[in-house]
């Protein structure tokens, strides 16, 4: 079975990206995916900076990158912050990319040759697809595969029902098709 790691990069109660990523993991499970949700508010990673890797890596810094190594393939639900992605994801994403043990210093063993599917939702009228494109660029510099299909939810403010569900049938047949085919991807490149 398929491994897929579902990472929502805010970390704000009622967040519209962690309802959207909660859709997500349904609908991998749906495709047959063994889904691992990482919550990034449970780790204490620092900001990244040298020293601390050289002298102290942090054990929750370790502990993702085990996670993430362990995966076929990764699913990102970021809002934008200011045209980009939120400090907090990119933290993430700079930890779990660092050698450990005996890696050379490109070694980047949680992403390399995997796929990523990317998604976002926003109460901006472009659903959050300033941030996607660098979180695109980001996942591909630490050597993904990302793949085409995204799925972005504008005025998400409106964009669901109180029970978290979408209530558009664009967004959930769009958040569909990119689960099957961030599973199919990544089932490939696993293989």
């Known amino acids: 079975m398929t491994k897929i790691g579902v990472i929502a990069g805010s970390v704000r109660k009622g967040s519209f990206n962690k309802m959207l990523a909660k ?22 990673l620092p900001i990244y900076a ?5 002298d102290n890596f942090p054990p929750d810094a370790l502990r993702l990158k085990q996670i993430l190594s362990e995966q076929d393939g990764l699913l990102v639900v970021s809002p934008e912050y200011n045209g980009s992605i939120p400090p907090l994801l990119k933290n993430a994403i700079d930890w779990a990319s660092r050698p450990t043990g005996d890696e050379g210093m490109i070694a980047l063993t949680a992403y390399r040759g ?24 980001i996942l591909t510099t630490v050597q993904m595969t990302v793949i085409p299909d995204q799925v972005v939810i504008p005025a998400a403010h409106a964009a669901y029902e109180s029970d978290g569900q979408l209530k558009d049938e664009l967004p959930v047949t769009l958040v569909d098709i990119t689960a ?10 696993a293989g």
């Open 50 to 54: 040298a020293e601390l890797e050289a």
């Open 180 to 189: 099957a085919r961030l599973i199919k991807v990544a089932a490939a490149l």
């Open 114 to 137: 995997k796929a990523a599917a990317i998604m976002s939702a926003s109460l901006s009228p472009f659903g959050g697809m300033r941030g996607l494109m660098h979180l695109r660029q």
């Open 23 to 44: 859709l997500a993991v349904a609908r991998l499970e749906a495709h047959g995916a063994v889904v691992t949700e990482v919550d990034l508010g449970a780790l204490e």
